[in-house]
């Protein structure tokens, strides 16, 4: 037997080394899912997109999303056991709509947050918990701060970005994007740029070219739905109609 057996045995121990086994393997459960995520942040708008993986033929594929609106304003992506994922959001939820009651407006992003990542740090401390593998990508357009896209982790930890990437091919994500975003605050151009730029990251890392029910998108400050000029302040989910727009338009490019 190693030195390190049987610190992975129990969820709130630490090895000899320091390190939370449990913690570890929930991070590990995130790119057992084979789903890679990426959130982009640009000027007036925010983008998450997943890959859309429907395990069997039978399946209705409008009943699988990794994509989920929390409230009005915000929105996440879901990166993980989809399970997990499921209770995750519905507890978002929940502590959404009672900041709403509570305090009559609604609840932030950065807030929502941290409040995630607060119940997250939690599940690392009690016996009777266990990590969720699963890694949350919020975002959302703030009336003060404008767009904002947050990460949640299993271990607890939650930061603001200007693009991330979850999943197994997460870092080539975060490599392509970080060449993309160099010196910039944000990605730079209109909505439809950004989800283009989503995209084409998903596209590059993975090797595949997309078709329109393959990959979903949700967005914060994206065209109305109404069909009027301005852009739609609460989050939604693109049609596959919107979606396969910006794909023949990558293609035009290329």
């Known amino acids: 037997m190693s030195s390190s057996a049987g610190f992975d045995r129990h969820i709130t121990i630490f090895s000899d080394q320091g390190r939370l086994y449990q ?13 890679t995520s990426v959130g982009v942040k640009g000027k007036d708008c925010a983008v998450v997109l997943s890959q859309k993986k429907v395990p069997d033929k039978l399946i209705d594929p409008s009943s699988v999303s990794y994509v989920y609106r929390l409230s009005p304003s915000v929105g996440c992506v879901m990166t993980g056991s989809i399970a997990d994922a499921r209770a995750s959001v519905t507890r978002a939820r929940g502590e959404a709509a009672e900041f709403r009651y509570k305090f009559g407006y609604e609840m932030p992003c950065d807030v929502l947050a941290k409040r995630i990542a607060n119940i997250n740090q939690v599940y690392t401390q009690r016996a009777y918990l266990r990590p969720l593998g699963v890694a949350a990508t919020l975002v959302s357009l703030d009336s003060e701060y404008g767009p904002q896209l947050f990460k949640c982790d299993p271990a607890g930890y939650y930061v603001g970005y200007k693009a991330t990437a979850s999943g197994p091919k997460a870092q080539e994500a975060l490599n392509f994007l970080e060449k993309k975003l160099k010196n910039k605050d944000c990605a730079e151009g209109d909505w ?7 995209i084409a990251t998903l596209s590059t890392v993975l090797s595949v070219d997309f078709k329109k029910g393959e990959i979903e998108i949700g967005i914060v400050g994206g065209p109305r739905r109404d069909g009027k000029e301005g852009t739609e302040e609460g989050f939604r989910s693109l049609t596959e109609d919107e979606i396969d727009e910006r794909l023949q338009a990558i293609a035009e490019k290329d």
């Open 23 to 35: 913690v570890e393997y929930a991070f590990k459960a995130i790119t057992a899912a084979n789903i």
């Open 192 to 198: 439809e740029e950004v989800v283009e730029l989503g």
